[in-house]
Structures are given as structure tokens and as C-alpha cells.
């Protein structure tokens, strides 16, 4: 029997192992870091060429007829062919809809968060020594300190 860490209904880590055999293979891959179900990928492919491609064709045979400058006409072509590539996007954001829900987690407020911080030797005056678009990234986060928890 394998033993293979357990994620409770919660997505949390379960800590105890399971005992079992392996689970079933996920159709998930990692694609430009994001899980992707590969038969989903190949079907969007599909569905944007069935889209994209006749119409650039369309548009280059209609627009190489009624152009003076017929050099234009593939370029045109290929604008009107993208166009029809983002239609297929849209229509394939209906098709397949993303399998995650994500959920808050507020069981950490800010002064745990900032405690936690400090423990691991971060002080308010610490914070003007980070690089600017990490301190823009903790006052977004409201992680930033306060001015009177600088002196």
C-alpha cells in the first residue's frame, strides 16, 4: 500500500497520511505555471482555428477584391483573422469554464500577520530598507507598518 498525503474539504494539508492505493492520474498539466486539462487545451485550440482561420481567409479574398492597394489586404486579412481567434477565446471561456474556486481565508488578520513578521526579524523601521515595489506590495496587502508603529 502507498501512503499519499491527504488535502481535506477545506483544501487544507491533512497531516496524517492516507493508506491506499495511489490516486487516480489528474488530467492536469502545468502550462506557462497554470493547470490545465489538456483535452480542454486541445478543444480551445481547435475551436479558435475552426474561427480564426476562415475568417482570415474570408477577409483576405473579400478584401484583396475590393482594395485598390491589394498589398494591404493581408494585413487587414490578419487583423480581422485575430479578431476572430479572440471570438474563439470568448467562446471558448463558455465552454470551458475554470475548475477552481478560490476562497478568503481570513483566520490571519493584520497583527498576527505583522507579529509573524517580526519574529522572523522584520521592524517598521526594517520596512524602508525593502525594495520599493515590495513595500508597494505589503500596503496593498495592508501589511505596510503604520506611521505611529515606526517611531
Not at 1 to 26: C, F, H, I, L, S
Amino acid at each position: 500500500m502507498a501512503t499519499t498525503p491527504a488535502v481535506t474539504g477545506d483544501g487544507n494539508r491533512d497531516t496524517g497520511p492516507v493508506t491506499g492505493p495511489r490516486p487516480a492520474e489528474q488530467p492536469y498539466r502545468i502550462v506557462w505555471n497554470d493547470a490545465v486539462d489538456l483535452r480542454h487545451l486541445a478543444a480551445s485550440i481547435v475551436v479558435c482555428v475552426v474561427i480564426g482561420l476562415p475568417a482570415y481567409l474570408v477577409a483576405e479574398a473579400v478584401l484583396e477584391a475590393n482594395l485598390e492597394q491589394t498589398s494591404l489586404a493581408g494585413g487587414y486579412a490578419l487583423l480581422v483573422g485575430l479578431a476572430g481567434c479572440v471570438v474563439g477565446a470568448a467562446v471558448c471561456t463558455r465552454l470551458f469554464p475554470p475548475k477552481r474556486v478560490l476562497a478568503e481565508d481570513d483566520s490571519t488578520d493584520r497583527a498576527e500577520a505583522l507579529a509573524e513578521l517580526e519574529t522572523m526579524g522584520g521592524t517598521p523601521e526594517s520596512f524602508t530598507g525593502l525594495p520599493k515595489d515590495v513595500q508597494d506590495e505589503m500596503r496593498s496587502l495592508g501589511l505596510a507598518p503604520r506611521p505611529e508603529e515606526g517611531r
